[in-house]
């Protein structure tokens, strides 16, 4: 038997000494819009203190209040704050620790950073952790309730959008076409949550008010009207639009031309019942927690406590050392410092454990997915077979698309099991020069028919130089070809289609490299609509 490597014993050594994990849960990062920068600042301090007084069971010292450093510690409800004060910058930070009151063994961490930087508005941000020896975190996201008592008092923006506990109620055209503006806004930094009034109620299915709440800095949520219901399907067609009481998340990175099925839509039927309304609160909260850990980032949206600290003790270090402190008061500011980093260093650990974890399960869903897929396709087959036995067209009637936006998912919905795009060939096909969007559909539908039947056929051999339609031929990719990752697994684009002649012009080059997959018999598009360049080329 091999003896484990010293690597690989160091790498089990923290999981067999240490059980509680730390979670990011969420993240709120904004801009104090307050004209006076330091006052703004100082509001928003003096409401976070008042949040964590109500939490620290006690009462937190004077020091506290002039927004200096202090250290409170209670029965593990544990509160401190720092501060960087220079010409340049002012940042606050402060610190949180509260036992869950009904989970054994879990504990809350809420993190502030609120910062002046000379000549610009202030900066506010703040993170919810969570420790705990739980392997499935079962939990309901919300935002400190110091968020909104800043949002009320000092104004907060995140962007150009308002952070507010109250719902946006859209009940008028100008406000439709705001919403409609927002929603395919590229740069929207968070979600929308649109919920809408079933015909013949006043009131939607879902509480709004209760959700816009839960959600303050990390969505925003806005209630329709049945006409502006209406104005939003006629906008964005009935795939990617809401109405009949039903509810929908716009992720980021929407447009009128997005996948319907990464903007989730929840039907009417499963907001009647209390419970089904209460689950999709519940979705949509974990949605907006996690969208604000991945669409924000320490040290560019806001600060983590650990390094404010660290930074804070370094600057007092070199100012001992410049005053000509004694060796044991630099000692002990030494001391201090590497505290600070080592609790710098596990908090890095337990993120980088914590990102693992969420890889691990990404890597999960995906291999599930991959199967469903595999399984998706010989179903396809089977049903595809059988309708030819009844002497039907298939693909007699499939529209074809006249915009490249709608290009992808026009393939994912007329060619499932028969032809399959990378994602690399999904980008390649979002604004490529290439003009001909309905050239480039009639020949993926023909190698999901004429071409793939012949394939399955063992006809493979025959299709070399074969005609498409005039000017565009099929054949061996010769020194084009080139390997490729689909699914987990190497594939050799060894075919393509060309049209064009000798022309290297993007605008009327087309190429079409694609693979074979025997497993599922689907032709997969490894690149398109463009030449691929090689050495020789």
């Known amino acids: 038997?091999?003896?484990?490597?010293?690597?690989?014993?160091?790498?089990?050594?923290?999981?067999?000494?240490?059980?509680?994990?730390?979670?990011?849960?969420?993240?709120?990062?904004?801009?104090?819009?307050?004209?006076?920068?330091?006052?703004?600042?100082?509001?928003?301090?003096?409401?976070?203190?008042?949040?964590?007084?109500?939490?620290?069971?006690?009462?937190?010292?004077?020091?506290?209040?002039?927004?200096?450093?202090?250290?409170?510690?209670?029965?593990?409800?544990?509160?401190?704050?720092?501060?960087?004060?220079?010409?340049?910058?002012?940042?606050?930070?402060?610190?949180?620790?509260?036992?869950?009151?009904?989970?054994?063994?879990?504990?809350?961490?809420?993190?502030?950073?609120?910062?002046?930087?000379?000549?610009?508005?202030?900066?506010?941000?703040?993170?919810?952790?969570?420790?705990?020896?739980?392997?499935?975190?079962?939990?309901?996201?919300?935002?400190?309730?110091?968020?909104?008592?800043?949002?009320?008092?000092?104004?907060?923006?995140?962007?150009?959008?308002?952070?507010?506990?109250?719902?946006?109620?859209?009940?008028?055209?100008?406000?439709?076409?705001?919403?409609?503006?927002?929603?395919?806004?590229?740069?929207?930094?968070?979600?929308?949550?649109?919920?809408?009034?079933?015909?013949?109620?006043?009131e939607p299915l879902i509480n709004a008010r209760a959700l816009a709440y839960a959600v303050i800095g990390l969505a925003q949520v806005a209630v329709v009207s049945n006409e502006v219901a209406t104005y939003l399907t006629e906008k964005l067609e009935i795939r990617r639009s809401v109405f009949g009481g039903a509810a929908r998340a716009y992720l980021p990175g929407f447009s009128s031309a997005a996948n319907p099925f990464d903007h989730r839509l929840i039907l009417a039927g499963?907001?009647?019942?209390?419970?089904?309304?209460?689950?999709?609160?519940?979705?949509?909260?974990?949605?907006?927690?996690?969208?604000?850990?991945?669409?924000?980032?320490?040290?560019?949206?806001?600060?983590?406590?650990?390094?404010?600290?660290?930074?804070?003790?370094?600057?007092?270090?070199?100012?001992?050392?410049?005053?000509?402190?004694?060796?044991?008061?630099?000692?002990?500011?030494?001391?201090?410092?590497?505290?600070?980093?080592?609790?710098?260093?596990?908090?890095?650990?337990?993120?980088q454990d914590f990102y693992a974890s969420e890889h691990d399960k990404a890597e999960d869903r995906a291999a599930a997915a991959e199967e469903q897929a595999r399984a998706s396709a010989y179903r396809i087959q089977d049903l595809l077979e059988r309708i030819k036995a009844t002497g039907q067209e298939v693909d007699q009637a499939v529209p074809l698309p006249d915009r490249w936006d709608d290009f992808a998912r026009w393939a994912d919905v007329h060619l499932p099991g028969r032809v399959a795009l990378t994602p690399g060939a999904r980008r390649k096909t979002q604004n490529p020069e290439f003009e001909d969007v309905q050239l480039a559909a009639r020949c993926l539908l023909w190698l999901a028919t004429e071409c793939r039947d012949r394939r399955i056929a063992g006809g493979e051999g025959s299709l070399d130089h074969e005609v498409v339609e005039p000017g565009v031929r099929h054949s061996h990719c010769g020194s084009d070809e080139f390997d490729f990752d689909w699914q987990g697994q190497k594939f050799t684009a060894d075919w393509h289609i060309k049209s064009g002649g000798n022309t290297r012009d993007p605008k009327r080059c087309l190429r079409i490299y694609y693979g074979w997959d025997e497993g599922t018999q689907q032709i997969v598009i490894a690149d398109m609509p463009a030449h691929r360049r090689n050495a020789a080329s």
């Open 270 to 351: 499963q907001l009647r019942t209390p419970r089904g309304a209460a689950q999709a609160a519940r979705w949509m909260r974990s949605l907006a927690a996690r969208e604000s850990v991945r669409r924000s980032a320490l040290g560019r949206d806001t600060l983590a406590f650990s390094a404010v600290r660290t930074a804070s003790l370094e600057l007092r270090q070199r100012r001992l050392a410049s005053e000509g402190a004694s060796e044991t008061d630099l000692l002990a500011a030494a001391r201090a410092q590497i505290a600070s980093l080592e609790k710098e260093l596990a908090a890095e650990r337990s993120a």
């Open 1 to 202: 038997m091999r003896e484990p490597s010293l690597r690989s014993a160091i790498a089990e050594l923290p999981s067999r000494t240490r059980s509680v994990r730390e979670y990011e849960v969420l993240r709120v990062a904004g801009t104090l819009v307050g004209s006076d920068a330091s006052n703004c600042a100082a509001t928003a301090r003096n409401e976070v203190l008042k949040w964590a007084q109500k939490h620290c069971g006690g009462s937190l010292p004077e020091t506290a209040w002039a927004f200096e450093e202090f250290e409170y510690f209670s029965g593990g409800r544990n509160t401190l704050a720092t501060r960087i004060d220079t010409q340049a910058s002012d940042i606050w930070a402060l610190r949180t620790d509260d036992p869950d009151k009904n989970i054994a063994g879990r504990s809350w961490t809420t993190e502030v950073a609120i910062a002046v930087v000379a000549g610009q508005l202030g900066r506010f941000g703040a993170r919810l952790l969570v420790s705990t020896h739980e392997v499935e975190l079962d939990i309901e996201p919300h935002t400190p309730g110091f968020v909104r008592q800043i949002a009320e008092n000092c104004g907060l923006v995140k962007g150009r959008y308002s952070i507010d506990a109250e719902p946006r109620h859209i009940r008028t055209a100008s406000a439709a076409e705001e919403l409609m503006a927002d929603l395919i806004d590229p740069a929207r930094p968070i979600p929308i949550f649109v919920v809408t009034i079933p015909e013949g109620a006043s």
